[in-house]
């Protein structure tokens, strides 16, 4: 664990007035529950507030950039960019995961790696800021860290129905999904997932569970089959 909070400050591109709200955006349930005598907080409640403002700043941003989508393509394409494969990406991509605090216990168990506890922690830190500069702040945040590459996220997050689409279009024959390779405890696996297409494997994935690895086989297949 990094403990240089500062350092974290520099790659968000934001320094806070109130240190310890970014320490509460990083302190996971599991080291409170470890460390009772602290006076510390875990982020739970900062992950919820996070989770409206990013819905509030992703909302704005498709509706300005995108005015020829209906309400139901609108609804898709957030739920893209901020489902939790994809919020885990973007706390990689400034580090997040190295400043978390966690338990003994689920920092041996993988903790630091999981996804569902770094996108939570990514929201807590926009709440953070939101709560320490104002909403200004906080979109800049988003804006910079999570609506970013856009049409990346939008095909990775879209890749299965896209490639069955192409499948069906091309009438290439049956698209499958089978899993090649499991590893790893009950509490910690990863799963190898190749596409297939009529008996040809088109691509492979690797991720914490099925649909996240089917999901990247489909990403990789859809970059090999249309160059």
Known sequence: MNTNIEELESIIEYSFNNKELLVNALTHTSYVNENPSKDVFDNERLEYLGDAVLEVVSSKFIYQSYPDMNEGEMTKFRASLVCEPTLASDARDVKLPDFLYLGKGEESSGGRNRDSIISDAFEALIA???????????????MKFAMNDIEHKRLFNDSKSILQERVEKTKRGELEYKIIDEKGPDHDKTFTVAAIIDGKTVGTGVGPNKKAAEQKAAFNALKDIEG
């Open 128 to 142: 953070a800021i939101f709560l320490d500069g104002g909403y200004e702040k906080a979109e800049e945040f988003i």
